[in-house]
Nanobody
Framework: QLQLVESGGGLVQPGGSLRLSCAAS????????IGWIRQAPGKEREGVSC???????YYSDSVKGRFTISRDNAKNTVYLQMNSLKPEETAVYYC????????????????WGQGTQVTVSS
């Protein structure tokens, strides 16, 4: 059974860093695109970053230059390194998979993890 599990969330001060992990089980990540999507309370889901099966990366304008997405196919895991975090980035962060290998719009990811909470506060 295809499963995604996020980890690495927590409480961090403004300007701090966190690295999120998205571990896959039940399938091989090699042929999937993996995206990171966040949702803050009372707000719509927002696509943050995505990496295709061939390693192309995409970022929202709000995180470009501060976040880095990467994949380790040997570990069947995708990472999101987040630097210079801001309070307004407090949200539940989800990873999601697309079996097309390409990054779709947020609603078209086929499999989702349960999310990990990121809180940016002093």
């Amino acid at each position: 059974q295809l499963q995604l599990v996020e980890s690495g969330g927590g409480l961090v001060q403004p300007g701090g860093s966190l690295r999120l992990s998205c571990a896959a089980s039940g399938f091989t990540l090699d042929y999937y695109a993996i995206g990171w999507i966040r949702q803050a309370p009372g707000k719509e889901r927002e696509g943050v970053s995505c990496i295709t099966s061939d390693g192309s990366t995409y970022y929202s304008d709000s995180v470009k230059g501060r976040f880095t997405i990467s994949r380790d196919n040997a570990k069947n895991t995708v990472y999101l390194q987040m630097n210079s975090l801001k309070p307004e980035e407090t949200a539940v962060y989800y990873c999601a998979a697309s079996n097309t290998g390409y990054c779709p719009v947020t609603a078209d990811f086929s499999s989702w993890g349960q999310g990990t909470q990121v809180t940016v506060s002093s």
